[in-house]
């Protein structure tokens, strides 16, 4: 079983930053890929970044809408994944899920077993 709580959301103007932490309960979080999801009102749950439990390998995937702007990054040691949001735009604000799953990463909510309550990030124009 694997607990996540995320935090760190918040309001924003258009062009700022956030960082979003997910702690993660488990002594086996080093296994685990781990991945952000968001949803906005009335939208989808979309894909948003995720990272291989061997982060040394240097595997993280992003969906094209926040390439060059957003940055997953893990610390094994403090069971945390984060989020690093520059350059937010008004199109970002959403709810912010944070997701795991045991071995490798994959692009789909389906395929994640744990999720996180969730995070409001809004971005204001």
């Known amino acids: 079983q694997v607990h996540l709580v995320e935090s760190g959301g918040g309001l924003v103007q258009a062009g700022g930053s956030l960082r979003l932490s997910c702690a993660a309960s488990?002594?086996?979080?080093?296994?685990?890929?781990m991945a952000w999801f968001r949803q906005a009102p009335g939208k989808e749950r979309e894909f948003v970044a995720t990272i291989n439990f061997n982060w040394s390998s240097g595997t993280t995937y992003y969906a094209d809408s926040v390439k060059g702007r957003f940055t997953i990054s893990r610390d094994n040691t403090k069971n945390t994944v984060y989020l690093q949001m520059n350059s937010l735009k008004p199109e970002d604000t959403a709810v912010y899920y944070c997701?795991?799953?045991?071995?490798?990463?994959?692009?789909?909510?389906?395929?994640?077993?744990?999720w996180g309550q969730g995070t409001q990030v809004t971005v204001s124009s």
């Open positions: 488990g002594r086996t979080f080093s296994s685990y890929a």
């Open positions: 997701a795991a799953r045991y071995g490798s990463v994959r692009y789909e909510a389906a395929q994640y077993d744990y």
